[in-house]
């Protein structure tokens, strides 16, 4: 085991081993990842393993784009399926505001390069007529979103990155980092003091506490989001649900159970990974209403994780101005396995080239965050 490395990752989630298996690919193998649980054990594996490149922000867009671009080959150069399909996603608006907003969505979407077309409820009905349409005001639909299994795609990932040199430390949690004269040294953990010249705080719902341990203030907070699974039907339903007015989002797996989950605007801040009867009640009340093939359908698993939340809803990229070597990936609200390919590619070429080459993030550094910004509103 060694006890120094070029570069520290702390997170074990899909951000931190795509991060891993990207630095590998250019050639930078002194790579450690430290996973204080396992592999995919924080927001990560609780997801609802959606990707969708419908976004009202011109950097969401553009990363999901380029992340849908890396799932569609993820196969071919990880070697594993990871249950990847294109069925598409269809946005449902119920109000009139949003439904305006939807629009200059499409906009800028095309803009972009996007191919998604909006949709009448009528046509919503008639190409599905098991949606009740009732108070649907506008729709969209992008075939090339789609889903994947989140577990298979961080364990291909780390599989890849392992194989190319990096190591990976399972109950591992790191709970310093030494810094000395403003620049990364190592990292202190449950197995002992691991040097190195660069940390990465791929932490998820844990990022604002990685940052303390630099003295930054990260400005993340991290929300309980509730979500269940039925027993499985004939497959029938290959696209992603979601509503932002409605709050919902549901796809079918492809054994045939139905994901579903929902935000709830009195959650706390803080890291809750227990369940309520009051969100399976809401969701059975609200879901078998606008999906109404639900209404006999037993509840198999219900659990909970957390959106690491940015003050405006886009991820928070970059290396740190006050201490060097400290780079970060987090605060993606809700979002972070559908942008992790994109991600992780962007972040292991500003570590080793000083800029990121496919995908320019430098605008989404911390420094944003002191002036007006965008705020994405296509958040569950």
Known sequence: MSKKYKVCIIGGGIIGTAIAYNLCRLGETSVAIFEKRYLSSGATGRCGGGIRQQWSTKANVKLAMRSVKLFERYKEDIGMDIE????????????????????????????????????????????????????????TFCQTDGHANPHKATFGYAKAAKTMGADIFTHT??????????????????????????????????????????????????????????????????????????NFYMRQALHGQFIMGQGDKDEKPGINENVTFKFEKEMARKMTRIFPFLKNLRILRHWSGEYNMSPDAQPIIGESKDIKGYYYAVGFSGHGFMLAPAVGEAVAELITFGKSIHNDISHLNTDRLSKATEIEKNVV
């Not at 990292?187 to 719902?205: Q, R, W, Y």
């Open 84 to 139: 990847y399909t294109q069925g598409g996603y269809l946005l449902l608006s119920y109000s009139e505001e949003e439904a305006e907003q939807f629009e200059k969505n499409v906009k800028l979407q095309r803009e972009e390069g996007l191919n998604v077309e909006i949709i009448s409820p009528k046509t919503v009905k008639k190409k599905y007529p098991f949606i009740n349409t009732e108070k649907l005001v506008l729709a």
């Open 173 to 246: 949690e790191v709970f310093g980092i030494d810094i000395v004269n403003k620049t990364v040294k190592g990292v202190h953990t449950s197995k002992g003091f691991f040097e190195c010249e660069i940390v990465v705080n791929a932490a998820g719902a844990w990022s604002k506490d990685v940052g303390k341990m630099a003295n930054l203030n990260i400005p993340t907070e991290s929300y309980r989001h509730q979500i269940f699974v039925t027993e499985p039907l004939e497959y029938f339903f290959p696209f992603m649900a979601i509503s932002f007015s409605g």
